[in-house]
């Protein structure tokens, strides 16, 4: 993974996993155990799940740049619909107090987003990649002017 790819899931990554440790707290105190391990469940789900999801969107950019913006569209809506899935699949779960845990699950998702927004809006990724060759043109290579 190139640094601007780790940068950006480290950036995404880590106030996410802050706000995530705010609401297992907020939980705890306002639904009690269960309510912070639905916080916890959720926060390790919205990372799992959107990790991946950058991981295959930077892996789909470099190998076939002009399917990006079709396959980042796709990704998300995926994201989206697997993450409502997995809080249907516990709605009515013991394991943990669901309603912590959708509440979380949404809160989180935006946070990551957000923190994807900045953390790419602030990256310095080059459009164009500059020549590094002696000034030659590729189509001119062996042959003089």
Do not use: C
């Not at 789909?60 to 569209?73: E, I």
């Not at 809160?107 to 990724?125: C, D, P, S």
């Amino acid at each position: 993974m190139p640094s601007t790819d780790a940068r950006t899931l480290v950036h995404a990554a880590v106030p996410t996993a802050a706000a995530g440790a705010v609401a297992a707290v907020v939980s705890g105190v306002v639904a009690g155990g269960k309510g912070a391990i639905g916080a916890i469940v959720a926060t390790l789900v919205v990372i799992l799940f959107m990790g991946i999801g950058l991981y295959v969107l930077q892996r789909v950019a470099k190998s076939l740049p002009q399917l990006f913006q079709a396959m980042g569209l796709m990704l998300y809506t995926a994201q989206l619909l697997l993450l409502f899935i997995f809080v249907a699949m516990f709605k009515n779960t013991t394991l943990f107090h669901p309603k912590a845990f959708a509440i979380t699950l949404v809160a989180l998702t935006l946070v990551w987003i957000g923190a994807q927004t900045r953390a790419h809006m602030k990256a310095k990724i080059l459009y164009v990649e500059p020549d590094s060759s002696t000034g030659s043109k590729p189509g001119n290579k062996g042959q003089s002017s």
